[in-house]
């Protein structure tokens, strides 16, 4: 796996994004289409971003691996834990399955779409969206628009999307993982 | 300034001067929408020509000041999104909440 380090300042986002996709399109040259590009790049700015919200002035890392053309990228700090908090559940580490219904939790969401949080295990939360069809969009439907969209936009991006909290060290690791295709 | 407007026939453009749209100007970003929006625009179209890439928390700030423009009887309408920025609105569904137009020429003509 190869590592970037985040220095956690905004100017560092763009930047890096563009060093890590110059990697990732040397390592996985005839598998990253334009489309494939859009979602790495969305993925990789997302987890900076989030990186930036959450981590001051301490550094994150940045993980690359590519296996079998699946392409995982990982944000690992020793942050605080991840913080959700809804109308049903606040979440503290490590999670106890008998406080979600069917291990689930959702999220945030509006009129279009849930993102919602799957119970892997006591440490691990996998990152899942509910999307709705909606054909006709009113003024309800705007007013009652989500408006935090980072971890939704990495999970639709993703073929698969997870945190992982190591209590004993104090790690936390988000990984998104793209199933890239043979041209 | 982030936005520096011009009146087009009934429209205020407003061109974003950024090139990365992220959250150390959305709060900025959001403020002046915001102010064009109180000022008594009613159609006001921001543009995205100069702008590389946009952040979630640019996108929310999108979507508050479109929320009290909807109050206001008022709307917003998006012009020069880049290919990345077009796919993204399409990722969160926010094609189908404004009214996306190549450049201000389409958005004055409704095209």
């Known amino acids: 796996m190869k590592k970037f380090v985040f220095n956690n300042e905004t100017e560092g986002i763009y930047p890096l994004t563009v060093q890590i996709i110059s990697y990732i399109q040397n390592i996985a040259k005839d598998i990253v289409d334009d489309h494939a590009g859009f979602r790495i790049k969305t993925i990789l700015i997302e987890l900076l971003t989030n990186s930036l919200k959450h981590m001051g002035n301490d550094v994150t890392r940045i993980g690359v691996d590519l296996k079998n053309n699946k392409l995982y990228i990982s944000k690992q700090d020793k942050g605080k834990p991840l913080q959700i908090n809804t109308r049903q559940v606040s979440l503290s580490w490590p999670l106890t399955h008998s406080k979600f219904s069917q291990n689930e939790i959702a999220i945030y969401g509006d009129d279009f779409g849930t993102l919602k949080g799957r119970v892997k295990n006591s440490n691990q939360l996998e990152f899942f969206t509910e999307d709705f069809d909606v054909r006709y969009v009113n003024k309800d439907t705007i007013m009652g628009l989500n408006e935090h969209y980072g971890l939704m936009i990495i999970a639709r991006a993703s073929d698969a999307f997870n945190y992982k909290h190591k209590p004993d060290t104090g790690v936390n690791t988000f990984t998104s993982v793209i199933e890239l295709k043979q041209q | ?111």
């Open chain 2, 1 to 111: 300034m982030i936005l520096q407007t011009h009146l087009l026939n009934n429209a205020l453009i407003a061109d974003i001067q950024l090139k990365e749209a992220n959250l150390s100007n959305s709060e900025q970003f959001k403020g002046e929408l915001i102010s064009l929006i109180n000022n008594g625009n009613k159609f006001v179209v921001v543009n995205f020509e100069q702008v590389t890439y946009v952040d979630s928390s640019f996108l929310g700030a999108l979507v508050s000041a479109l929320k009290l423009a909807m109050n206001n009887s008022a709307d917003i309408a998006v012009v020069g999104l880049n290919s990345d920025i077009r796919s993204l609105f399409q990722l969160v569904r926010l094609d189908k909440v404004f009214r996306i137009y190549t450049n201000t020429q389409e958005a004055l003509t409704g095209a």
